[in-house]
C-alpha cells in the first residue's frame, strides 16, 4: 500500500532505480543524495559560463558540447511536444537544448538531456539531472539534489529543492516543493505549497489507517501518485501521501499522512 508501485508506473522512467529495494515510497528521499552523486554527470563548460552570475549570452546544448547561440536560428516552441527548434546554416539539430541569456548555472554538475529551454532569470544549483525535453522557466529556482524526468515544467517563481518529478510531471506557477516526489502527470495548481518541516522536533511521522509510521526523515513535504492534480493556492502538510488520481481541490490544506487513490481532498 505505500511501496513505490502503490504510487507510480515507473516503467518508463529512466531513474527507476532509485525506488528499487525500497518497502515504503518517502525512502527514495532518502537515497536521493547517493543516487545523484553516482551518476556520471557530464561537466557543463563554456567560457560564457561564470558561477552565479547571470549568462550574457545565450547557449545552445548539442552533442554534449555548448556553443554561443548567436551563430543558431532558434524556434522557440512548446519543449515539451519537442516544439523546440535549433538550426545552423539551415540544418536542423535534432535534440538540441537551449539556455538563454539571463539564466545563472551554479556548479558545474548539471545534467541537462535533449531538447530543453531553460529561459531567462532561472537558477539552477548543481547537482541536477534535467531530462529530455523539460522547460525551466523564467525565475524558477532548482536548489540542488533535483532529479527532473522527462517532458517536465518548472515554472515561474517555482522553488524545487532535493526532489523527484516523474516524466510529464508539472509545477507551473508560484510553487514550493521541498524533499518531495511527483508521479508521471501530476500538475500542481498555480501557488501549490509542499510544507516540508514540522514545527517540533524529530521526524515527519506518516499516518496511515494502521497507525503513525517514522518516516527517518526531519524533512518530508509530499509524495503525489500518478495523474493527481492539485488545485490553486493548495498546501499539504508534512508527509502528505497522495494516491494516484486523487484531486487536491483549490485554497485547501491537505491533512498529513496517506489518502488512497481517487481521493477528493476539500
Sequence with gaps: MLNASSFFNLNDFLHKELF?????????????????DEQNIERLEHVCLTYGAPLERPLVLHHGKLSCAMEYKISYGDATKGELEVARNGQLLQGA????????????RIAI???????????????????????IRQGAYLRGYCLIGNRCIIGHTTEVKHSIFLNDSKAGHFAYVGDSILGAGANLGAGTKFANLRFLP???????????LDSGLRKFGAILGDNVQTGCNSVTNPGTL??????????????????????VIR
Aim: aromatic share 4%; glycine share 16%.
Design 202 to 212: 524529530g521526524n515527519v511521522q506518516v499516518r496511515t489507517p494502521e497507525g503513525s
Design 97 to 108: 537544448s537551449v539556455i538563454m541569456a539571463g539564466a545563472v548555472i551554479m556548479g558545474r
Design 20 to 36: 528499487t529495494g525500497t518497502d515504503y515510497v518517502w525512502e527514495a528521499l532518502g537515497n536521493l543524495k547517493t543516487y545523484v
Design 113 to 135: 538531456g535533449q531538447g530543453v529551454l531553460v529561459e531567462s532569470g532561472a537558477l539552477i544549483k548543481e547537482p541536477a539531472i534535467i531530462g529530455d525535453h523539460c522547460e
Design 242 to 263: 497522495l494516491g494516484p488520481e486523487s484531486i487536491l481541490m483549490p485554497n485547501t490544506t491537505s491533512p498529513s499522512g496517506f489518502h488512497p487513490g481517487k481521493s
